[in-house]
Nanobody, 125 residues
Framework: VQLQASGGGLVQARGSLRLSCAAS????????MGWYRQAPGKERELVAS???????NYAEHVKDRFTISRGVAKNTVNLQMNSLRPEDTAVYYC????????????????????WGQGTLVTVSS
Protein backbone atom coordinates (compact mmCIF):
# COMPACT_ATOMS: atom_id res chain seq x y z
CA VAL A 1 0.00 0.00 0.00
CA GLN A 2 1.39 3.35 -0.94
CA LEU A 3 0.57 6.93 -1.76
CA GLN A 4 2.50 7.67 -4.91
CA ALA A 5 3.17 11.35 -5.51
CA SER A 6 4.29 12.75 -8.85
CA GLY A 7 4.57 16.00 -10.73
CA GLY A 8 7.31 17.81 -8.86
CA GLY A 9 10.14 19.55 -10.62
CA LEU A 10 11.89 22.80 -11.32
CA VAL A 11 9.86 25.81 -12.38
CA GLN A 12 10.46 29.53 -12.61
CA ALA A 13 8.71 31.98 -10.35
CA ARG A 14 5.14 32.73 -11.46
CA GLY A 15 5.01 29.36 -13.19
CA SER A 16 2.72 26.41 -12.53
CA LEU A 17 2.99 22.77 -11.55
CA ARG A 18 0.42 20.06 -10.96
CA LEU A 19 1.05 17.41 -8.34
CA SER A 20 -0.81 14.13 -8.32
CA CYS A 21 -1.12 11.47 -5.67
CA ALA A 22 -2.50 8.01 -6.28
CA ALA A 23 -3.18 5.48 -3.57
CA SER A 24 -2.55 1.88 -4.57
CA UNK A 25 -2.88 -1.48 -2.93
CA UNK A 26 -5.70 -3.41 -1.33
CA UNK A 27 -7.36 -0.31 0.04
CA UNK A 28 -10.91 -0.40 1.29
CA UNK A 29 -11.22 3.13 2.61
CA UNK A 30 -9.50 6.50 2.59
CA UNK A 31 -10.79 9.43 4.62
CA UNK A 32 -9.43 12.87 3.89
CA MET A 33 -6.47 13.44 1.62
CA GLY A 34 -4.14 16.34 1.36
CA TRP A 35 -0.71 17.77 0.76
CA TYR A 36 1.92 18.88 3.22
CA ARG A 37 5.31 20.38 2.50
CA GLN A 38 8.62 20.69 4.22
CA ALA A 39 11.19 23.27 3.26
CA PRO A 40 14.85 22.91 4.31
CA GLY A 41 15.27 23.75 7.98
CA LYS A 42 11.53 24.10 8.54
CA GLU A 43 8.80 21.95 9.98
CA ARG A 44 6.33 20.10 7.81
CA GLU A 45 3.21 22.17 7.24
CA LEU A 46 -0.23 21.66 5.77
CA VAL A 47 -0.68 23.03 2.27
CA ALA A 48 -4.18 21.89 1.41
CA SER A 49 -6.64 19.14 2.26
CA UNK A 50 -9.92 17.81 0.96
CA UNK A 51 -12.52 15.67 2.67
CA UNK A 52 -14.43 12.83 1.07
CA UNK A 53 -17.38 15.18 0.68
CA UNK A 54 -15.24 17.73 -1.14
CA UNK A 55 -14.68 20.30 1.59
CA UNK A 56 -11.32 21.95 1.10
CA ASN A 57 -8.92 23.69 3.43
CA TYR A 58 -5.88 25.75 2.47
CA ALA A 59 -2.94 27.29 4.21
CA GLU A 60 -3.31 31.05 4.18
CA HIS A 61 -0.22 31.63 2.05
CA VAL A 62 -1.40 29.39 -0.80
CA LYS A 63 -5.04 30.45 -0.98
CA ASP A 64 -6.01 31.82 -4.40
CA ARG A 65 -2.89 30.22 -5.93
CA PHE A 66 -3.28 26.50 -5.23
CA THR A 67 -6.28 24.27 -5.87
CA ILE A 68 -6.75 20.81 -4.45
CA SER A 69 -9.13 18.36 -6.07
CA ARG A 70 -10.03 14.70 -6.07
CA GLY A 71 -8.95 12.93 -9.22
CA VAL A 72 -11.18 11.17 -11.69
CA ALA A 73 -9.61 7.87 -10.69
CA LYS A 74 -10.56 6.56 -7.31
CA ASN A 75 -8.27 7.38 -4.43
CA THR A 76 -6.37 10.13 -6.18
CA VAL A 77 -5.83 13.74 -5.28
CA ASN A 78 -4.30 16.57 -7.27
CA LEU A 79 -2.77 19.89 -6.37
CA GLN A 80 -2.71 22.59 -9.02
CA MET A 81 -0.11 25.18 -8.08
CA ASN A 82 -0.14 28.51 -9.89
CA SER A 83 1.82 31.71 -9.44
CA LEU A 84 4.58 29.79 -7.73
CA ARG A 85 7.07 31.66 -5.58
CA PRO A 86 10.59 30.76 -4.50
CA GLU A 87 9.26 30.33 -0.97
CA ASP A 88 7.07 27.49 -2.24
CA THR A 89 10.23 25.43 -2.72
CA ALA A 90 9.88 22.30 -0.60
CA VAL A 91 9.35 18.59 -0.61
CA TYR A 92 5.61 18.01 -0.98
CA TYR A 93 4.07 14.99 0.72
CA CYS A 94 0.77 13.32 0.03
CA UNK A 95 -1.21 12.46 3.15
CA UNK A 96 -4.32 10.54 4.12
CA UNK A 97 -6.07 11.22 7.42
CA UNK A 98 -7.09 7.58 7.58
CA UNK A 99 -6.34 4.68 5.28
CA UNK A 100 -7.73 1.18 5.57
CA UNK A 101 -6.27 -1.75 3.69
CA UNK A 102 -6.14 -5.54 3.69
CA UNK A 103 -2.94 -7.38 4.39
CA UNK A 104 -1.79 -10.40 2.40
CA UNK A 105 -3.55 -12.47 5.05
CA UNK A 106 -6.76 -10.51 4.39
CA UNK A 107 -6.60 -8.80 7.77
CA UNK A 108 -8.08 -5.29 7.75
CA UNK A 109 -5.70 -2.61 8.95
CA UNK A 110 -6.62 1.00 9.67
CA UNK A 111 -3.87 3.57 9.82
CA UNK A 112 -4.20 7.20 10.82
CA UNK A 113 -1.90 9.78 9.23
CA UNK A 114 -0.68 7.73 6.31
CA TRP A 115 2.15 9.40 4.39
CA GLY A 116 3.42 9.02 0.89
CA GLN A 117 6.93 9.70 -0.29
CA GLY A 118 7.71 13.28 -1.14
CA THR A 119 8.13 15.01 -4.45
CA LEU A 120 10.49 17.95 -4.71
CA VAL A 121 9.23 21.27 -6.00
CA THR A 122 11.88 23.87 -6.72
CA VAL A 123 10.89 27.40 -7.72
CA SER A 124 13.66 29.57 -9.08
CA SER A 125 13.58 33.35 -8.90
Amino acid sequence: VQLQASGGGLVQARGSLRLSCAASGRIFTINGMGWYRQAPGKERELVASITNSGTTNYAEHVKDRFTISRGVAKNTVNLQMNSLRPEDTAVYYCHADQLGYYTEMDDPINVRDYWGQGTLVTVSS
